[in-house]
C-alpha cells in the first residue's frame, strides 16, 4: 500500500474496537460526579498503569538488554512516536544526559511535528507513513541503532513506519503500545503491551496510557544505563557536576561510598573535572586522574571493573 493510500484508510478506519478507545463502564457519569468523587475515581484506575506494567516485565526485560547491546556496541537508542507518546519520548531523552552523563546524540527522541510539536500540538502528522522513516533517516538511524517505537493504540502511521523501515535495514525494532497485539500488530523483534485498560476519559490517552507509557521508558531507560555501567550500586556515578544541586549530590556520594569528607571530595571532584565516577575510582585507587581514567576506559567506563582489576574498593559505609 502506498503512503497515500495508507493515510487515506487511517484517516477512514473505525477504531473503535481498541483497548484504548473503548468507553469505561466506570465513568459513564463523569461530568456528574464531584470533585472529590472524580479525583477518587482516578485515583484508584490510575493503579491500572501499574499493573500495565507489571505485566509487561519480560518485554520490558528483553528489551533492557537487547538495547544495552547495541549501546555497548557504538549504537544508540532512538524513541519516535507522534502526540503524546513522541513527547514522553523526547522527555526521557532529554533526561539522559543531566542523569547518566551521557552524550545527548546516545538517546534521542523523535517527534511528529519535531521541536514545534512540544507545545503545539500536531498530532495530524502521524498519518504520514513516510514521515517517521526520513525523520530517522535525517538523523543518520543506521543498522547498529535501536528503536523504540511508541503508539498508545498501536495503528500510528508514522510509528509504523519507521519500525518497519528499522527491521529492513537490520537494527534493533522495540514496539510500545496500550492495546493487545491481536488488535494492532506492530513490526519488530520486541513487543511490549501496557494493556492499562480504557480511559475514564474516553479515548484520552494521555490519561493512564500516558502513565503507563512514562513508567515503562523510566524503567527502560534507567535498566540500559545501569547495564552500561553508569550506576553504582543505587548510586548515578555517572552524573556530571555542573549546578549546586548536582554538586551537594555528588559531595554525598563520595562519602558515603569513598568515606571521604565535602573538603577531600571537593578536591577530587575539581581533579576529575567534575566526574563523580573518576573522583570515586581516584579515591580508591590513589592513582591520579589520568592513570585512574586509562582505567576506566579500560573497563569500558565501569567502576566495579575498574577497581576490580585493581583489587580495591571503596571504603565508604556504603
Do not use: W
Not at 538495547?67 to 556496541?73: D, N
Not at 507522534?82 to 547518566?100: I, K, M, Q, W
Not at 571493573?305 to 571503596?314: F, M, N
Amino acid at each position: 500500500m502506498n503512503s497515500s493510500a495508507l493515510n487515506s484508510a487511517a484517516a477512514s478506519s473505525d477504531r473503535g474496537h481498541l483497548l484504548t478507545e473503548q468507553p469505561h463502564p466506570a465513568s459513564q457519569r463523569l461530568d456528574q460526579l464531584s470533585s472529590a468523587e472524580l479525583v477518587q475515581l482516578f485515583v484508584e484506575e490510575d493503579l491500572q498503569a501499574q499493573r500495565a506494567v507489571a505485566g509487561a516485565a519480560t518485554a520490558l526485560s528483553a528489551a533492557v538488554d537487547a538495547i544495552a547491546e547495541r549501546l555497548a556496541q557504538g549504537g544508540r537508542l532512538f524513541y519516535i512516536g507522534a502526540g503524546t507518546s513522541g513527547r514522553l519520548g523526547v522527555l526521557d531523552a532529554a533526561e539522559c544526559p543531566p542523569t547518566f552523563c551521557s552524550d545527548p546524540q546516545l538517546v534521542q527522541g523523535v517527534l511528529a511535528g519535531g521541536a514545534a510539536a512540544l507545545l503545539r500540538s500536531s498530532e495530524g502528522l502521524e498519518d504520514c507513513f513516510e514521515t517517521g522513516i526520513s525523520d530517522l533517516q535525517a538523523r543518520g538511524f543506521g543498522p547498529g541503532d535501536a528503536l523504540v517505537g511508541i503508539a498508545a493504540g498501536g495503528t500510528t502511521p508514522y510509528v509504523q513506519g519507521a519500525l518497519g523501515h528499522a527491521l529492513e535495514i537490520g537494527a534493533l525494532a522495540v514496539a510500545m503500545a496500550c492495546v493487545p497485539s491481536s488488535q494492532a500488530a506492530m513490526p519488530c523483534q520486541i513487543d511490549i503491551r501496557l494493556l492499562t485498560g480504557p480511559e475514564l476519559l474516553t479515548g484520552s490517552t494521555r490519561l493512564k496510557a500516558g502513565t503507563a507509557t512514562k513508567m515503562a521508558l523510566n524503567i527502560l531507560s534507567t535498566g540500559v544505563m545501569v547495564r552500561l555501567g553508569k550506576v553504582y550500586g543505587n548510586r548515578m556515578v555517572d552524573v556530571a557536576v555542573t549546578n549546586a544541586k548536582l554538586e551537594d549530590r555528588a559531595l554525598r556520594i563520595l562519602r558515603d561510598l569513598a568515606g571521604i569528607g565535602r573538603g577531600r571530595g571537593q578536591e577530587l571532584l575539581q581533579q576529575s573535572q567534575g566526574s563523580v565516577k573518576l573522583a570515586l575510582l581516584m579515591a580508591a585507587s590513589g592513582l591520579g586522574a589520568s592513570a585512574a581514567n586509562q582505567e576506566l576506559a579500560a573497563a569500558q567506563g565501569s567502576l566495579r571493573q575498574a577497581l576490580g582489576h585493581l583489587k580495591v574498593q571503596l571504603n565508604g559505609p556504603q
